[in-house]
């Protein structure tokens, strides 16, 4: 085929695709570093769905690197912008401005929208996404979504179940069990994650 000039040379993309990764690798604020020194300085979310009787339920939360707390959740049966725009909403009502914390997300549509990128500037959050098809950018907040579903979603039914059932068992593990008392192997000594923030508290009223 190749002597009778039968296979096609490919070509090796230039200007536009090298401007696009370059333009990528300056969004990407995290690089791939999920550690912060402080809470609420550097947060990650995207969106998972999760099968029900009645339909997908998708599952927006957010994780503060720090202790690894999911400091905020939102749930509804639609994957539209307004499910992420209402995610940072939460976290305006909960902690006010969070001026210079940066949000990191993959390059979905609902974070790329200009309503999504208006709230994040009107909340004083610095926007971070991971590069295209680059699902290691946001490796830790994948890693919660596999936790999640392998401790407690895939050890029920949740095909057989409704939305609001499912939603209750996803808030009540979260907040009742993850954030307070699972061990966490990326913070010191495995603490849960508010045991962690509720310490570093501590020590900075006692300085």
């Not at 909960?94 to 979905?108: A, E, F, Q």
Request: with cysteine; hydrophobic share 30%.
């Amino acid at each position: 085929m190749s002597e009778a000039g039968l296979i096609h040379r490919h070509r090796r993309p230039h200007g536009i695709t090298k401007a696009d990764t370059e333009t990528q690798n300056r969004e990407n604020l995290i690089k791939r570093n999920f550690s912060a020194d402080k809470p609420l300085k550097k947060l990650l979310t995207d969106i998972t769905e999760v099968q029900c009787a009645d339909g997908k339920l998708y599952v927006s939360p957010v994780l503060d690197c720090f202790n690894g707390e999911i400091v905020a959740l939102e749930m509804r049966d639609n994957m539209k912008k307004e499910l992420c725009i209402d995610t940072v909403k939460q976290l305006r009502e909960k902690y006010g401005r969070l001026d210079g914390t940066v949000l990191h997300s993959d390059r979905g549509c609902q974070y790329t929208s200009y309503a999504f990128r208006r709230e994040i500037v009107t909340n004083g959050l610095i926007q971070s996404l991971s590069g295209t098809a680059h699902c290691y950018d946001n490796a830790r907040m994948e890693s919660f979504f596999a936790t999640l579903k392998k401790e407690k979603l895939y050890q029920i039914p949740t095909y057989r179940m409704k939305r609001e059932e499912v939603k209750t068992v996803i808030f009540r593990y979260i907040f009742g069990y993850y954030n307070t008392q699972r061990i966490n192997s990326f913070n010191a000594d495995g603490l849960p994650p508010v045991a962690l923030r509720t310490s570093k508290q501590l020590s900075h009223h006692a300085a």
